[in-house]
């Protein structure tokens, strides 16, 4: 009997209980995760993002915790620039490098409130090698991003967070930018 890697890689992304955990928290924040076959090379193994949503190749995906920082990229894009990613009135610049860095600390922020290992985000093949770093500095408090998340109203930083008698970031005010 052949054994077929592309299944036996899919059975095993599928089992994971941590990608369980992601898939039920993106559909109750209402990222839609669609599969399907992808068949074109991809900037990450198995992930691109369409109109509001993330598409997945089970047979692909290489690194599960992907698939918080895609869906970082949709949460923190503006409602009507998130209809359009995917599609021809995509803004070829687009995610603009703020939106990156902020993708990058709300993948911390889901990582914290899902208990997820940091290295399940920021595995060691991604983040142009900084994962390590990123890891480090977050886990110090220092949250490169922070003035974005607050500025689109998705979190607090500490100072305004005590002003308001609210929670501070890692805790998120709502998930998804209007």
């Not at 983040?127 to 500025?151: H, V």
Request: with cysteine; glycine share 8%; hydrophobic share 45%.
């Amino acid at each position: 009997m052949e054994l077929d890697l592309a299944d036996t890689n899919s059975n095993i992304v599928r089992d994971d209980p941590r990608l369980k955990t992601v898939l039920h928290f993106l559909d109750q924040i209402g990222v839609e995760v669609v599969e399907r076959e992808l068949l074109h090379t991809t900037f990450l193994p198995g992930l691109d993002l369409g109109p509001g949503c993330i598409y997945v190749d089970y047979d692909r995906l290489k690194y599960p915790g992907d698939m918080v920082h895609e869906a970082g990229h949709l949460a923190v894009t503006p409602s009507a620039q998130r209809a359009l990613i995917g599609s021809a009135q995509q803004d070829k610049d687009w995610p603009p490098q703020g939106e990156e860095i902020a993708a990058i600390l709300w993948s911390f922020a889901v990582a914290r409130e899902l208990d997820l290992p940091l290295d399940f985000v920021f595995h060691g093949d991604g983040y142009k090698d900084d994962s390590a770093w990123l890891i480090e500095t977050f886990e110090a408090g220092t949250y490169i991003g922070l003035p974005f998340l607050e500025w689109a109203g998705l979190s607090l930083g500490a100072v305004r967070a005590e002003k308001e008698g609210k929670l501070a970031f890692p805790k998120m005010l709502r998930w998804m930018r209007e």
